[in-house]
C-alpha cells in the first residue's frame, strides 16, 4: 500500500509560478516511480508528467518547458514546479503510484494503482 498526499495548489495569476509537493508513505519511496495527472472541470483525468524510480522523466507536450516533476528520497516526496502557468492548467492535480515498483515510466491513468486526494490549481486570466 502507498499513501499520498498533494499540497502546495492555490489560486495564481497567469504567468506565475507553484510548487506542488506530494508526500508518500508506506512503501520504500525509491523503489518505484510516480506520476502528476490533472483534472479540468468537465473533462477527463488527463496526464500531466512522470518519473521514473531512476530519475527519467516524461511531459505531455502541454506543459513541457513549463513544468518540472523531481524527486527527493529522504524526504519521500515528489514535486511539480509549474512556471508560466495558464489558465487552461487550472485543474485539480493529482499525484499516483503503481502497485509495482520498478524502473518504467508510465503515462496511462491504468497503470497506476495509488492516487492523492488531489489539490486544486487555479490559473486566473
Known amino acids: 500500500q502507498v499513501q499520498l498526499v498533494e499540497s502546495g495548489g492555490g489560486l495564481v495569476q497567469a504567468g506565475g509560478s507553484l510548487r506542488l509537493s506530494c508526500a508518500a508513505s508506506?512503501?520504500?519511496?525509491?523503489?518505484?516511480?510516480l506520476g502528476w495527472f490533472r483534472q479540468a472541470p468537465g473533462k477527463e483525468r488527463e496526464f500531466v508528467t512522470a518519473?521514473?524510480?531512476?530519475?527519467?522523466?516524461y511531459y505531455a507536450d502541454s506543459v513541457k518547458g513549463r513544468f518540472t516533476i523531481s524527486r527527493d528520497n529522504a524526504k519521500n516526496t515528489v514535486y511539480l514546479q509549474m512556471n508560466s502557468l495558464k489558465p487552461e492548467d487550472t485543474a485539480v492535480y493529482y499525484c499516483?503510484?503503481?502497485?509495482?515498483?520498478?524502473?518504467?515510466?508510465?503515462?496511462?491513468?491504468?497503470?497506476?494503482?495509488?492516487w492523492g486526494q488531489g489539490t486544486q490549481v487555479t490559473v486566473s486570466s
Open positions: 499516483a503510484a503503481p502497485k509495482t515498483g520498478d524502473y518504467a515510466l508510465r503515462v496511462r491513468e491504468w497503470e497506476y494503482t495509488f
Open positions: 508506506g512503501r520504500t519511496f525509491s523503489t518505484y516511480g
Open positions: 518519473i521514473t524510480r531512476g530519475g527519467s522523466t
